[in-house]
């Protein structure tokens, strides 16, 4: 099956900082999502992109199929932002997830 | 409120008692998915279902069941079998058609002793 890795596996920023999280797939697909998991563990989503690049305020995320990585962009940090990152990739049916980036951003 | 909901939040049983877990949805979704996540983990796939009456397995299905005799509910079992069945299960649902997205319940936290 697709293999998808994250990295870095952990990060921490200075709130205000800018961080690039990768994530690397295998194969081709046809869906890939990002998420953010909340302390209590409920996935947030922040971008289906399985190709093509989206902004959402502070975030924005690309996706190159063709190279089989993305990218979540998070600028100007807070600290609201920590938590874990997830990337998930595959196909119409099966997505298979990351590790997750671990972010923790301080005051 | 359109959404995803999980039931219990948290359960608690003992070792070799079979424990089903709810999983609803009113976002007229045609899939529906269970995830288990363990700590410090991503996400892995137990089953999933496209259309009613009709579900596949995922990567770790084996001691887990599951039914889909109606759109909006996709209840999970974890059987005796489950060797490590204390977990965090997480169900999804996506629409299916013009978008393959999938979106979250907030989970059960299971542990079993």
């Known amino acids: 099956g697709i293999q998808v890795e994250q990295s870095p596996p952990d990060l921490i920023l200075q709130e205000g900082a800018n961080s690039t999280l990768r994530c690397n797939f295998s194969?081709?697909?046809?869906?890939l999502q990002w998420f953010h998991q909340n302390p209590w563990g409920q996935l947030i989503n922040l971008f289906y992109?399985?190709?093509g690049t989206k902004q959402n305020g502070r975030l924005s995320a690309t996706t190159v199929a063709t190279e089989r990585y993305s990218l979540l962009y998070i600028s100007s940090s807070q600290t609201t932002d920590s938590g874990v990152y997830f990337c998930?990739?595959?196909?119409?049916?099966?997505?298979?997830f990351g590790t997750g980036t671990r972010l923790q951003v301080t005051l | 409120d359109g959404g995803i909901t999980q039931s219990p939040k948290y359960l608690f049983r003992k070792e070799g008692q079979n424990v089903t877990l709810s999983c609803e949805q009113n976002l007229n979704h045609d899939a529906m998915y269970w995830y288990r996540q363990d700590p410090g983990q991503g996400l892995r796939l137990i089953y999933y279902s496209q259309i009613v009456n009709d579900f596949q397995k995922g990567d770790i299905a084996e001691g887990y069941s599951v039914s889909r005799e109606k759109k909006e509910s996709f209840p999970l079992t974890v059987t005796s079998a489950q060797k490590n069945p204390t977990a965090f299960y997480l169900c999804?649902?996506?629409?299916?058609?013009?978008?393959?997205?999938?979106?979250f319940g907030p989970g059960t936290r299971l542990t079993v002793t």
């Open positions: 999804a649902s996506s629409p299916f058609a013009a978008t393959y997205e999938q979106y």
């Open positions: 194969d081709s697909v046809n869906n």
């Open positions: 998930a990739a595959g196909t119409a049916s099966k997505l298979t």
């Open positions: 992109i399985p190709s």
